[in-house]
């Protein structure tokens, strides 16, 4: 585990390298944590592997989409292959949204001062950069909205009103939408009466 970490604290691993420790890291506390889960026990998070993260999420040295990607953490499809057999998709998705919840508790301030910085008056561009950037903005946001902080989702809710194209809106009400906030419901009603 920790030769992993060190390829992902290496700068100059190469990107696919860094996201594959990614991989490996997040699904191997994800199969823990639901094991933990099951048998009702509470498992911590390598703090190191979370600042990790952050690191690579503010590292403008690197693609935003390889950035994204990296943020992504694997699907609950992907942890119950991983598990094989005798899976339990409800704890497989307490153990993903505990994990989310544990970044967002740790990393958040860092992701906000990221999206910040992604935020711009520019004119939408469909430019492979700018749909990295807004790959980017909008997996931290999603990150940071994990713990419930109110702040975060009035900064989702924000990039919903003030976006100034679809693609920007549906990003923040996509993320709504899967974190069931309660923003969601006035946002739905303004999306579709905008572009039914």
Not at 5 to 31: C, E, K
Not at 34 to 45: E, H, K, P
Not at 141 to 160: P, Q, R, S
Request: glycine share 4%; charged share 25%.
């Amino acid at each position: 585990s920790s030769d992993v970490l060190r390829i992902l604290r290496r700068p100059g691993s190469a990107p696919f390298n860094r996201w594959q420790a990614v991989q490996i890291l997040t699904i191997r506390d994800l199969i823990s944590r639901t094991a933990a889960i099951i048998d009702r026990r509470s498992l911590d998070v390598d703090p190191d592997f979370i600042d990790a993260l952050g690191d690579i999420a503010d590292d403008d040295r690197l693609e935003a989409a390889f950035r994204a990607q990296v943020l992504q953490l694997p699907s609950e499809a992907d942890i119950a292959r991983e598990i094989g057999r005798d899976v339990d998709p409800d704890a497989i998705a307490e153990a993903r949204n505990q994990l989310r919840m544990k970044i967002a508790n740790a990393i958040s301030s860092r992701l906000a001062m990221l999206v910040e910085r992604l935020s711009t008056n520019e004119p939408f561009s469909n430019s492979a950069a700018a749909a990295g950037r807004r790959a980017l903005a909008n997996t931290a946001l999603g990150l940071m909205v994990a713990n419930g902080d109110k702040t975060a989702i009035e900064c989702v809710v924000g990039h919903f009103n003030q976006a100034d194209n679809m693609t920007d809106r549906l990003g923040s009400l996509s993320i709504m939408t899967s974190a069931v906030l309660d923003e969601r419901l006035p946002a739905l009603k303004t999306f579709y009466e905008r572009y039914r």
